[in-house]
């Protein structure tokens, strides 16, 4: 889900996105890739991220990056939520924002 500002219809801010995440148990993303850096906070439950050639484990309140282009999953061991912000809103204003699933 996408954060809004509720007076414009666009993004919280002119240069951050921020979206919320919910994880089911049993989940796991398809990887993607995107040209904005996605700084994630795990705001319930637990799981695990491969991104690039790492997995790293996250726990409530972990916070954790994953760099521009670095392809990424995630798989939450039971239910769990994820907030991220990134810079797409000002990539995509300078023409530079791609996404890869």
């Given at each position: 889900?996408?954060h809004?500002?509720?007076?414009?219809?666009?993004?919280?801010?002119?240069?951050?996105?921020?979206?919320?995440?919910l994880l089911?148990?049993?989940?796991e993303?398809?990887p993607?890739?995107?040209?904005?850096a996605?700084?994630?906070?795990?705001?319930?439950?637990?799981?695990?991220s491969?991104?690039?050639?790492?997995?790293?484990?996250?726990?409530?309140?972990?916070?954790f990056?994953?760099?521009?282009?670095?392809?990424?999953t995630?798989?939450?061991d039971?239910?769990?939520?994820?907030f991220?912000?990134?810079?797409?809103p000002?990539?995509?204003a300078?023409?530079l924002?791609?996404?890869?699933?």
């Amino acid at each position: 889900m996408q954060h809004v500002n509720p007076a414009t219809g666009g993004y919280p801010m002119p240069t951050i996105a921020a979206f919320l995440q919910l994880l089911p148990s049993g989940f796991e993303s398809a990887p993607y890739r995107s040209t904005d850096a996605t700084i994630f906070c795990v705001a319930e439950g637990r799981g695990a991220s491969r991104i690039g050639d790492e997995t790293l484990t996250w726990g409530r309140r972990d916070v954790f990056v994953v760099p521009s282009w670095q392809p990424a999953t995630h798989a939450p061991d039971g239910d769990a939520v994820l907030f991220s912000f990134s810079d797409r809103p000002a990539q995509k204003a300078l023409g530079l924002w791609r996404e890869q699933f």
